[in-house]
Each structure stands twice: as C-alpha cells, then as structure tokens.
C-alpha cells in the first residue's frame, strides 16, 4: 500500500516501483484507491465533462506491416478504401451538426495522401470550420511534413508510441520501422506546437510489466497533452490471431495510473475498450477518462478499417453513435459537451 500513497502524493515512481504498483493490478483494494484519486484529479481539472472527438478513418491503404494490425500493408483479404476530399469534408458538416468541435482524421500511412493533398484538405476544413479544432492521426511522417500540416492549421496529432521497449517494439513491428523514429516523431511535433498524443496498446503480445513501466517512464518524459491507451485486440488475418486480447481491468488500471501521472491530461475510454467490454468506455470514464471519440466517417466504408476483430459502432450513422456515447456518458455521471475541449 505504500507506494500507492507514494504515487499518490508525487505523481511519480521509478521504475522498480512502477513494476511493484503494477503487480498490484489485480489487488481490487489498489485500483479502487487509484480510482478514487484519478477521479478526483479528473474532477479537480475537468468538472463532470466529457470531451467528444468525431473520428474520420479517410484511408485505411497503408505502406507499413505492424504485425497486430488489420489493416497493415500485407492483409491481402481486406478491401482498401480511401475517402475523397469531399467526402471528408461531408463526414465534418455532418460532425459539426451533431455537435462536435475536434475532428480527427485517421487513416493508415497512405502514400496517395501527398503532403499537398494534405495541406488542401486541412486548409479546407480549418476555413469551414474555424471554431473546430483539427487532430491528425496518420503516422510517420518527415518533420517537414508535420511542418506544413500545422502551417496549414492542424492543431493536434496522435501517433501512439505502441510500446517505449525497443525489444517488445522489435517483435510487434517490420525490421524497416524503429521506435527511436516514433519517438523523434513525438518530440517534433511537440516542438511546432502540436497538441500531441502518444499511447500504447495494453496486452499487446509479449508484454512485460516492465515494458508497462518502461511505458509510463516515457509518457512522464514526454509529457504529452493526451493518451490513448486501449486493449490489444486479436485479428483473424495478422500472425498474432490467436493470441489473448489484452485485459480489461488492466486496461482501466491503467488509465486511473496515467490519470495520476499527468493530472491534466486528455484521456480517451477508447474502442478498444468498447469492444472487449459492453461497458467498457463508462468503466474507462470512471476509472480517470474524459474523452471518447464516436465514429464520423462514412458508414459505407465502417467495416473496412478493420484494426482488430469484432470492431464496435461499425453500423451505426454518426448521429446514432453520438446519441448512444452521449447515453453511456450520462449513465457514468457525466456530461458530453461541445467544446474544442483543448489541453489545459
Ligand atoms: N497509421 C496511424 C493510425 C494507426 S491505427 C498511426 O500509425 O498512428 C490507430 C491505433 O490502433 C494504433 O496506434 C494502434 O495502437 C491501434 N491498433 C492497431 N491494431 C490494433 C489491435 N489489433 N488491437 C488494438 N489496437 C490496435
């Protein structure tokens, strides 16, 4: 119990005790006492308000083969599908009706995306909809390229560093893609004063506790402004389909741990975490979460971005999605709002 008061009282542990808090996962005393203290960070910074992201998933081609993901370049049996300009643009009009201020355009690192394509489509959506606030989730990219994304009026980035191990980073990606370039990435965009997003997969296959620690002493140094964190799920077409999906309750401890890491960070209950658990995302709210991020992008296409199996909210239109999230949200003791929701 006394390093979850130590933790408590200072926000930060090395990295032997980081492994020793997250032995203690499953002791239900512990992650109730974490809870409670997450909760009232939480409350402390952000009141009762939940912030909503519309997803946009524009593209799911992508030119990289991470190992878990269903989407990676060598799925042969996925059919790829990638939005117009104007299709985009649509998923926004029909977001900012139902009330959302950030949208997030994610897709797999597609090469028919140029930086230029880009920048249009960016400068588009910021002109019509200057009071939004724009998120880009597209990987990898030069720091030139972040450059120009953010001269054109993107205002924040996710790109989960997956795992801060480099040997656990070696098994679950291609010899070709490095952590240290993530990591560079991450620290660029800080740098042109992104609003950034780093994350990691929570029971991705081979996952130590002292990878989770090695984790958590990443997101410290970086400090970033939001994290995504959500369960690994298995896909039927990657090698690691028949390997375990990450757990629940590790997933909700998680997020109570990072909520006291970085009291004021932007902390979405994710899919993810929707998928493995009907109510996973009230659960992830109340364990220190105060973002959740409804589907926006055209329902046609819902089913193609298939990350991992058994995806939630794949059917529903935009507007069905926000009505349930809205719901859950309630129901948790807290209240959705339309706000750009920006990092404190
Ligand atoms: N190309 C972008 C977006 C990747 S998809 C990028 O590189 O950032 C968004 C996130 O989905 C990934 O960062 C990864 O953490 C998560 N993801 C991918 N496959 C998954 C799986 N099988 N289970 C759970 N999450 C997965």
Redesign the pocket.
């Known amino acids: 119990m006394d390093i979850v008061e130590k933790f408590i009282g200072t926000h930060e542990l090395t990295r032997k005790e980081y492994i020793e808090l997250l032995r203690c996962s499953s002791d239900c005393s512990v992650s109730e006492k974490l809870s409670e203290e997450a909760v009232r960070l939480r409350k402390h910074y952000y009141g009762d308000k939940v912030y909503t992201r519309g997803l946009i998933e524009f593209t799911n081609y ?1 030119r990289n083969n991470c190992y ?3 989407i990676r370049r060598d799925n042969k049996h996925i059919s790829r599908y990638r939005l117009t300009g104007q299709e985009i643009l649509d998923c926004c009009e029909n977001g900012y009706e139902l009330g959302f201020r950030t949208f997030v355009l ?4 597609d090469p028919w995306f140029t930086d230029d394509r880009l920048v249009e489509i960016i400068r588009a959506i910021k002109a019509e909809y200057p009071d939004c606030a724009l998120t880009l ?3 990898e990219k030069s720091c030139e390229s972040y450059r120009k994304f953010r001269e054109a009026g993107a205002d924040r980035y996710l ?2 560093h ?1 795992t801060a191990d480099d040997e656990h980073y070696r098994t679950l990606h291609p010899e070709e893609m490095s952590l240290r370039n993530r990591k560079q990435c991450l620290y660029y965009l800080k740098a042109l004063g992104y609003q950034v997003g780093a994350g990691f ?1 929570v029971g991705s296959p081979g996952q130590t506790t002292e990878n989770l620690a090695e984790d958590l002493i990443f997101l410290k140094d970086l400090s970033p402004h939001m994290v995504g964190i ?6 039927h077409e990657t090698r690691y389909a028949k390997e375990r999906a990450g757990s629940v309750q590790l997933t909700l401890f998680l997020l109570s741990v990072i909520r006291i890491l970085l009291p004021k960070v932007l902390l979405p209950a994710t899919t ?1 975490l929707g998928t493995l658990d009907p109510r996973g995302r009230e659960k992830g709210i109340q364990a220190g979460a105060n973002v959740v991020m409804p589907n926006l992008s055209t329902v046609k296409n819902r089913k193609q971005y298939d ?2 199996d058994n995806k939630i909210c794949t059917g529903e239109e935009a507007a069905e999605c926000r009505g349930c999230l809205s719901r859950r949200v309630e129901s948790a003791g807290y209240h959705l709002v339309n706000e750009r929701g920006d990092a404190l």
């Open positions: 992508c878990y993901c269903g994610q897709g797999g690192e989730s597209l990987g790109l989960r997956e997969m959500g369960p690994f799920i298995p896909h993810a990350l991992y």
